[in-house]
């Protein structure tokens, strides 16, 4: 029997992030990915930023004083846009997993488009990305408005 | 013990609905008074001393840290498959998730304690 080492059939992240297989499935898929890989990053840099607090007033403000800048703003956008994404899309992902959504198994005709990838599905990735920019929209607000 | 990768996978999504809850919150926390004003030093230490708050607090850091290092557990796997990788980005996963909640929950206990002395 063939090992599983000896295999030649990995495409790594180039399979991963083609764009050309199944359409908005596909884009959503690693979106998906690339936003939790984005946010994890984030969680751990703002774990790191809080923890100036136990040094006292003077280590705040200066932890500030690099985060609370236009780019700062513009990161904390991207993240707002992220994990709203992020949350949305996986919503849509828990029901699916779950069975919802997924249509009725069919024949498989001509041009053999999956029921599974169904206009629910469309939908549900079309509202994460709307929520998304709104989101972010309400954080520019927020963030550049002196609210 | 072995946990079965189903289980898993319910953890993942229970960790991500209550993640919801929690940030949602702790977003809000912001968004009472001016957000530059909720960043002072005197109103970021006051939020910690409410102890219901810093609970909060800390679940977020839990909850987080499992499904985030956990999803990175998952995208780590989906790229290659081996005994040896799989346990490996398994152990490290885990150490990580370990590193980042016990760093988040000294921030929290260290923050909760300024001010009493």
Do not use: C
């Not at chain 2, 189903?6 to 957000?35: E, W």
Request: net charge positive.
């Amino acid at each position: 029997m063939e090992k599983m080492s000896d295999r030649n059939n990995r495409e790594g992240v180039k399979g991963w992030l083609n764009p050309g297989r199944y359409g908005w499935e596909r884009i959503a898929y690693w979106l998906q990915r690339l936003t939790g890989v984005g946010l994890l990053a984030y969680f751990v840099g703002h774990i790191y930023e809080t923890s100036s607090l136990t040094q006292g007033p003077d280590a705040w403000t200066a932890m500030l004083e690099l985060t609370q800048t236009p780019m700062g703003h513009l990161i904390l956008l991207l993240v707002i846009g992220m994990s709203t994404y992020h949350s949305a899309n996986g919503i849509r992902l828990i029901f699916t997993h779950g069975g919802k959504g997924l249509g009725k198994p069919g024949r498989p005709d001509y041009p053999y488009d999956a029921a599974s990838l169904n206009y629910r599905q469309k939908s549900g990735i079309w509202i994460a990305l709307i929520l998304a920019l709104a989101a972010m929209l309400y954080g520019a607000s927020v963030l550049f408005g002196g609210h | 013990m072995m946990i079965r990768e189903s289980q898993i996978m319910k953890i993942h999504y229970i960790t991500a609905i209550g993640a919801l809850f929690v940030v949602a919150v702790h977003i809000l926390m912001r968004l009472i008074m001016p957000y530059n004003m909720s960043l002072e030093y005197e109103n970021v230490i006051a939020n910690y001393h409410n102890i219901p708050y810093a609970i909060l607090l800390e679940s977020i850091l839990v909850l987080i840290a499992i499904h985030g290092f956990n999803g990175l557990r998952v995208i780590l796997l989906e790229l290659r498959q081996s005994k040896a990788w799989e346990d490996g980005v398994t152990v490290l996963t885990i150490a990580a998730m370990m590193g980042v909640i016990a760093y988040g929950t000294r921030t929290i206990i260290v923050a909760n304690g300024l001010g009493f002395e």
